[in-house]
T-cell receptor, first 114, second 113 residues
């Protein structure tokens, strides 16, 4: 079975500061991991994904995440926050060959302070 | 390339009624997944359709049912609506061979009163 825990339902950072959103997962098989962003009244947009290969993955809008198997983590970072980064962020896990059902965390709301 | 579209955008229903939500897949995609996102929560997997058959189901009762059509579009039907069914319903399409590449539609906001 797969599950995701996102630590911190609300995170506030100053504009230009480092963004760090935490995600820990549980999976009985090597997982696929994802970060999605959701703006108000919109659907989910894929930021980045890890399937296999390089554990540091880069996504859109300057975000990146590192898969750490030993820590069962997939934290999302961005060196310098922009006002436009304010949104809800969801971490998700999927397992290959299981129909690729996604299991989402409860989300982290990012506020960027000018 | 046309993205995932959903209709209607918003819907208000009364407890006990039935509702049908619609989803058109992204061009070339043959798999559709449905998710329920309650306010303040992450999306929860309802079920997935491939080749017009249900392929995997989350922890949702049978009053949640679906269809997939030959053109890969899909419907989500919910019978005997309950207040807790109020949520954003998201549809995601993908290729069966690359189902981890799921593309989400904007969702349908269902309010049950």
């Amino acid at each position: 079975a797969q599950s995701v825990t996102q630590l911190g339902s609300h995170v506030s950072v100053s504009e230009g500061a480092l963004v760090l959103l935490r995600c820990n997962y549980s999976s009985s098989v090597p997982p696929y991991l994802f970060w999605y962003v959701q703006y108000p009244n919109q659907g989910l947009q894929l930021l980045l994904k890890y399937t296999t290969g390089a554990t540091l993955v880069k996504g859109i809008n300057g975000f990146e995440a590192e898969f750490k198997k030993s820590e069962t983590s997939f934290h999302l970072t961005k060196p310098s926050a922009h006002m436009s980064d304010a949104a809800e962020y969801f971490c998700a896990v999927s397992a290959p060959n299981t129909g690729n059902q996604f299991y989402f965390g409860t989300g982290t709301s990012l506020t960027v302070i000018p | 390339e046309t993205g995932v579209t959903q209709s209607p955008t918003h819907l208000i229903k009364t407890r006990g009624q039935q509702v049908t939500l619609r989803c058109s897949s992204q061009s070339g995609h043959n798999t559709v997944s449905w998710y329920q996102q309650a306010l303040g929560q992450g999306p929860q997997f309802i079920f997935q359709y491939y080749r017009e058959e249900e392929n995997g189901r989350g922890n949702f009762p049978p009053r949640f049912s679906g269809l997939q059509f030959p053109n890969y579009s899909s419907e989500l039907n919910v019978n005997a609506l309950e207040l807790d069914d109020s949520a954003l319903y998201l549809c995601a399409s993908s290729l069966w061979t690359d189902s981890y590449e799921q593309y989400f539609g904007p969702g349908t906001r269902l309010t049950v009163t």
